[in-house]
């Protein structure tokens, strides 16, 4: 795809060589493993103004399903056939999206915060995204000769400013070979719930992903090749394909309507020096979307009171000049949707040091680093670097969880930015912030003062059945009866997932026990745990049990104490109120059996209700009658109903008698049986004793077929051979 000012590659930067290398190897590999995992994804392509005029229906014609166009890229340009693209593939039927190319910049973070925001801003002047269409893309394939961590914070800055103003999560388009190289494979984006479409050009069945599996979430686009023939385009072109098979299912969702209202508050980015860049974040906004910003800067003393307005200090970034020495600042940002305004303040800097420290002194720590936020799971932690002399150039973050008390800390894995987002690991702890300021003259570090001890998200008023999970808020949810409910913390549930909570009926379980727990379209494990409750204490003699693939039910294991430890997937306790707690960390269906019961699953046995002898068969004839006895002992590894058949030559079933029998128990005597059942209902020893009428048996070769059938449908056979005579 062609961009201002140059060629990249052959059409859209091409992703360096790697990418071209690994494309010309995987033409030499046969392209059938890739062809019947292509055909169950939806296809896609992507367009900009290299790909010419095309002929969208033909396009859809072809089978193609979905389409990225460029939309913009710096803060400038405009692609001129992104309209055209836009309703041309509507038209045709597509679902459609829009791409920035990005252009990043910046020498300091506020610098590259600031041009980040640039970026998006021109975005969503030029893009527009409406409902029904896929969220808006970073098109992220060259650095600005911007290092790693400034690369990133570019990157979260752009996607959250796309966040702040729709409340859209953006996707990422990137190569693995690209993030790896220039932003140090850092899962951060991923965490943050950033889904990624990935460039990958090979015929293999998947493609490669790149920060740790985009941190266990995978992939959700893939560029899957530079070149290949699609009807109504002359050229060859970028195709795409979706992990799954309905676009409309990531596509934007309706936007709401009402006053902007503060979730978080606006923040400021930089180092607090004079001539040195400020950028303001305008903080993340619930109720009406999109959303426009407009700032104010203001001088305050240097506790952050007695604030008055900067003349003509109304961009999103500002420089403090001299009169801003001694003083901090703040940023107040109004957000307006088409229903109205609403105002925020961001929190202070940290009091403006004068410029020109000589650059051979080793940073000095005049006033501490500062955590701003709120200690409350969900919520985003921000860093204030304090204020210093010795000319710093750039700072080093080191997020550590420690005790109540603020002692026995612990560095946080990963945590090296200058924002946190707390999670539910942090309940009940306190965080600290080690910065380290590094100049020509050395470096130093110096410790921010404790948070409080960081608190639950508060629980918003129950949903019935239904809830949708939002960015740095928890979630509960009750059935439609109220028998249970279920509530999460923020990042337990993948932001824009729905979690449904509702009541079925089971055919081994108490009436009115069953409850399920679904989030539809992800079927992977929760990050955090989710605390199912029940509205009424557990009844007696009953068993709590659960299954994941509504076939097979397991006992539901205690937990002491109330916590489900790492690599446990779900556990129960009783609270104060004698009211029982599932703890998950996987959807799941739950119901409560009576104890000893058939379908009781304290009993079920992960492998099924396996047979075993433990002796081997005997035979014994007995001459006087003309009867055979068969004896044998089983081992049952589930509750489960056995069955014993016997066969002959040529399948011919042979009566067992009655009298001197038994298949655990004794069968009546008087009868004869083409096929006797037993009933166990809980794992152990099976005695059995046939006795078979061998009067006119043919010579040859006899089986005794032994199954067993566990409540949920499980079987499993045992075939002993024996000859007669």
């Not at 923040?267 to 999109?290: D, F, H, M, N, R």
């Not at 204020?387 to 750039?394: A, F, H, M, Q, R």
């Not at 059945?465 to 409910?485: M, P």
Request: with cysteine; charged share 15%.
């Amino acid at each position: 795809m062609r961009v201002v000012g140059s060629l990249i590659g052959a059409r859209r930067g091409r992703l360096g060589l790697l990418a071209g290398l690994v494309l010309a190897f995987s033409a030499l590999l046969p392209a059938s493993s890739s062809a019947a995992t292509a055909a169950t994804r939806a296809k896609g392509l992507d367009v900009s103004n290299w790909n010419g005029t095309i002929n969208w229906s033909k396009v859809a014609a072809a089978g193609y399903r979905f389409a990225f166009g460029k939309a913009t890229e710096g803060t400038s340009y405009t692609d001129a056939t992104y309209t055209t693209n836009r309703n041309g593939s509507e038209t045709a039927g597509l679902v459609f999206g829009a791409y920035h190319f990005a252009r990043p910049a910046g020498g300091s973070d506020a610098g590259a915060t600031a041009s980040a925001i640039a970026q998006a801003n021109h975005f969503l002047a030029v893009a527009g995204p409406q409902p029904a269409e896929l969220p808006p893309v970073l098109d992220l394939e060259t650095t600005g000769k911007l290092g790693d961590a400034r690369l990133l914070v570019w990157t979260l800055a752009w996607l959250q400013q796309i966040y702040a103003r729709t409340g859209i999560v953006p996707f990422v388009y990137t190569s693995p070979n690209f993030w790896k190289a220039n932003l140090a494979n850092s899962t951060a984006v991923a965490a943050a719930g950033t889904e990624l479409w990935v460039a990958h050009w090979t015929s293999a069945s998947n493609p490669l992903v790149p920060a740790l599996n985009w941190n266990g979430e995978g992939w959700t686009f893939w560029q899957w090749t530079n070149c290949v023939s699609i009807p109504g385009i002359k050229r060859c072109s970028d195709a795409d394909r979706m992990n799954g098979t309905t676009p409309a299912a990531v596509a934007i969702q309706p936007y709401p309507a009402g006053l902007p209202l503060l979730s978080a508050p606006p923040t400021i980015v930089g180092l607090s020096e004079a001539g040195q860049l400020l950028a303001a974040v305008p903080g993340t906004w619930a109720g009406g979307k999109p959303l426009q910003f407009s700032y104010q800067w203001r001088r305050c003393d240097a506790a952050g009171a007695n604030c008055a307005a900067i003349s003509g200090a109304t961009a999103q970034s500002y420089r403090p000049v001299s009169d801003d020495v001694g003083h901090s600042l703040k940023v107040l940002t109004t957000a307006t949707s088409a229903a109205g305004s609403a105002a925020a303040s961001s929190p202070p800097t940290a009091a403006v040091s004068p410029a020109g420290t000589p650059p051979t002194a080793r940073p000095t720590d005049l006033t501490p680093p500062q955590i701003l936020g709120t200690a409350q799971a969900g919520q985003a932690l921000t860093a204030s670097a304090g204020t210093w002399t010795g000319s710093p150039k750039t700072f080093a973050y080191r997020w550590r969880r420690c005790n109540a008390v603020g002692a026995s800390c612990v560095a946080i894995p990963y945590a090296t930015q200058s924002h946190y987002t707390l999670t539910p690991d942090d309940i009940g702890w306190t965080l600290s912030l080690v910065v380290t300021a590094t100049g020509a003259g050395g470096s130093t570090s110096a410790t921010a003062a404790v948070t409080g001890v960081v608190v639950a998200a508060p629980l918003p008023p129950a949903s019935i059945e239904r809830q949708t999970v939002r960015r740095g808020i928890a979630g509960n949810v009750q059935t439609d009866d109220g028998r249970a409910s279920v509530t999460w913390q923020p990042g337990a549930v993948r932001v824009g997932r729905t979690v449904l909570l509702d009541t079925f009926t089971g055919s081994l379980s108490v009436p009115g026990s069953e409850v399920s727990l679904a989030v539809p379209g992800s079927s992977k494990s929760f990050k955090w745990p989710l605390d199912l409750v029940y509205a009424q204490p557990q009844p007696n003699r009953t068993v709590l049990g659960y299954s994941t693939d509504g076939k097979v039910y397991y006992s539901v294991p205690p937990l002491a104490p109330p916590q489900l430890p790492a690599g446990t997937a779900v556990g129960r306790f009783v609270d104060a109120s004698n009211h029982t707690h599932v703890l998950t960390r996987t959807p799941l269906q739950l119901s409560l059996f009576k104890r000893g019961a058939w379908g009781d699953p304290t009993y079920t046995s992960p492998s099924g209700p396996k047979l075993t002898t433990q002796v081997p068969l005997e035979v014994l004839p007995h001459l006087s009658d003309q009867s055979l006895l068969l004896l044998t002992r089983l081992s049952l590894a589930a509750q489960a109903r056995t069955s014993a058949t016997v066969t002959g030559p040529g399948g011919r079933t042979v009566p067992i008698l009655g009298k001197g029998s038994r298949l655990g128990a004794r069968l009546q005597a008087g009868r004869a049986y083409r096929i006797v059942h037993a009933y166990r209902s809980r794992p152990g020893t099976v005695p059995v004793r046939l006795r078979l009428n061998a009067r006119g048996w043919r010579p040859g070769s006899y089986r005794l077929r032994l199954a067993a059938l566990d409540p949920w449908g499980r079987r499993r056979t045992l075939t002993l051979r024996f000859r007669y005579p």
